[in-house]
């Protein structure tokens, strides 16, 4: 009678037992697949985007022209003093927009982006500047840039000169300043905190229009391809954190690259927590 009982007792135990590893097994699992599903999530919210970057003001009437130097020949390399006339926007102020907040932000506010040969510009707060250049044949482009680093986009809002430096200096790049050109503004540097949710992609284009039938550029993030036909500032978002390679093509409407030296530009960013 007492082995029976024993045999009853330990049935019984060995079914618990049993019940109870079952259950526990079964919340491995359902655990399991809720962070599986969580990281499905995450991958999916992570996945990089392009939005067009709506209401920013459009200043249509400001002018940016050049003053100094007063013609494309410089003497000798060296410093070089360049000044511009602006008119109808101001150097400086913060620019009234929502966008402000949404994206990286100078707090030393409007001002101009300076590039030369489509390397990274330089930033300048004020309409007078140095700046060195070297001898040779120099491609400058200056345009109106928003605080947040969003340029200024009509007929007179940019400046586009050639720059002779130093004597009979030959044109390494045989640029011509009036074919259809690329000129690459942002993202450029390094980002940390909340800028790094919203980059804006940012560039300018010369002497073509952007168009589903016509010539368009292709953007290429971290390997993920944009066909943009439209030439308005972009949001990427859903990068991840470290280096970040943009690349952008000016590209005909059957997807070649349209010959330029400026018209394919790789740079790379970095993104902080």
């Not at 019940?19 to 599986?36: P, Y």
């Not at 410089?74 to 109808?88: A, H, L």
């Not at 952007?210 to 971290?222: C, F, P």
């Amino acid at each position: 009678m007492k082995r029976s009982k024993l045999y009853v007792f330990a049935t019984v135990l060995a079914v618990a037992s049993c019940f109870t590893a079952c259950k526990e097994e079964k919340k491995s699992e359902k655990n399991e697949a809720i962070e599986t599903e969580n990281q499905m999530v995450e991958k999916k919210e992570t996945k990089i985007t392009l939005q067009k970057l709506e209401d920013s003001p459009a200043y249509a009437d400001a002018v940016l022209s050049m003053d100094k130097p007063k013609s494309g020949k410089i003497n000798k390399s060296g410093e070089v003093d360049f000044s511009f006339t602006v008119k109808n926007y101001e150097l400086g102020a913060q620019t009234e927009s929502s966008n402000a907040d949404l994206l990286a932000n100078s707090g030393k506010g409007q001002h101009i982006h300076f590039i030369v040969n489509n390397q990274p510009y330089s930033a300048h707060y004020e309409s007078s500047f140095k700046k060195e250049i070297p001898d040779g044949v120099h491609h400058l482009v200056a345009f109106l840039s928003r605080s947040y680093h969003e340029s200024v986009k009509n007929d007179n809002s940019v400046v586009v000169e050639k720059l002779v430096v130093g004597n009979n200096p030959t044109d390494s790049l045989e640029m011509d300043m009036d074919a259809p050109t690329l000129i690459y503004s942002r993202p450029k540097g390094e980002y940390s905190g909340k800028d790094t949710k919203n980059l804006m992609l940012d560039f300018f284009v010369l002497n073509t229009e952007l168009s589903e039938d016509g010539n368009k550029v292709r953007a290429t993030i971290n390997g993920e391809e944009f066909i943009l036909t439209e030439w308005v500032p972009y949001v990427i978002k859903g990068l991840p954190k470290g280096e970040v390679t943009v690349s952008l093509e000016l590209i005909d409407s059957d997807g070649n690259l349209i010959p330029g030296p400026f018209n394919k530009v790789t740079r790379n960013v970095t993104l902080k927590d």
